[in-house]
């Protein structure tokens, strides 16, 4: 009988993993075609979380392809972002492309490599990023821990700085053509869709 629960229980937990795991498959050609929208806020809102005040630098929403999502529970900036989404627009969320680069994330971070580019270097960094996800709500925050490779995303927030009560600090980028440290946008997401 014990046999049976292990064996049952097991069956479902590969299940589960298989199913929520699985990268979604998509069609050929350019899935989301739109640059993120930007508007810089001089004097923008503040928002406070336990421990942390959110300063917004801009409002910020796009659409895109989700090439990587990465769940952190043990670092500094999980308690704010439990979940970075490495998002690609325009050539980016093409199958074609995506199938031509290997695309990885860790440490807060989102890496690519390919034996050969399926297109020019400039195009990946200014169509891609890694984005630590700050959700706004519960509702956001459940949407986003089911976030998977493969699914379309639409959201709208702020990018932000964050000041922790114990010195941390998280400071958006503004721009999309930057790579490397201080690259990364942090977004307190208000909306978030996953398709």
Request: proline share 6%; charged share 20%; with cysteine.
């Amino acid at each position: 009988m014990l046999r049976a629960v292990v064996l049952l229980v097991t069956l479902v937990f590969v299940g589960h993993w298989w199913v929520s795991g699985r990268p979604i498959e998509r069609p050929p050609g350019v899935l989301a075609p739109n640059e993120p929208r930007q508007q810089d806020l001089p004097n923008g809102p503040t928002f406070d979380l336990p421990g942390h005040h959110l300063r917004a630098l801009a409002r910020f929403s796009l659409e895109a392809r989700v090439l990587g999502a990465e769940r952190y529970r043990f670092d500094r900036g999980a308690k704010l972002a439990p979940m970075d989404l490495a998002l690609g627009w325009g050539p980016m969320s093409a199958s074609g492309v995506l199938d031509a680069l290997d695309i990885d994330q860790y440490g807060r971070f989102y890496f690519w490599s390919a034996r050969e580019l399926p297109i020019e270097f400039a195009a990946i960094t200014m169509h891609s990023a890694n984005m630590h996800i700050i959700p706004a709500t519960d509702e956001v925050r459940r949407t986003l821990l089911s976030a998977r490779r493969g699914n379309l995303v639409s959201l709208e927030g702020y990018l932000v700085e964050v000041t922790g009560d114990d010195g941390f600090r998280w400071r958006s980028s503004l721009s999309r053509g930057d790579s490397g440290g201080g690259a990364c946008e942090v977004v307190y997401v208000e909306r978030l869709a996953l398709y």
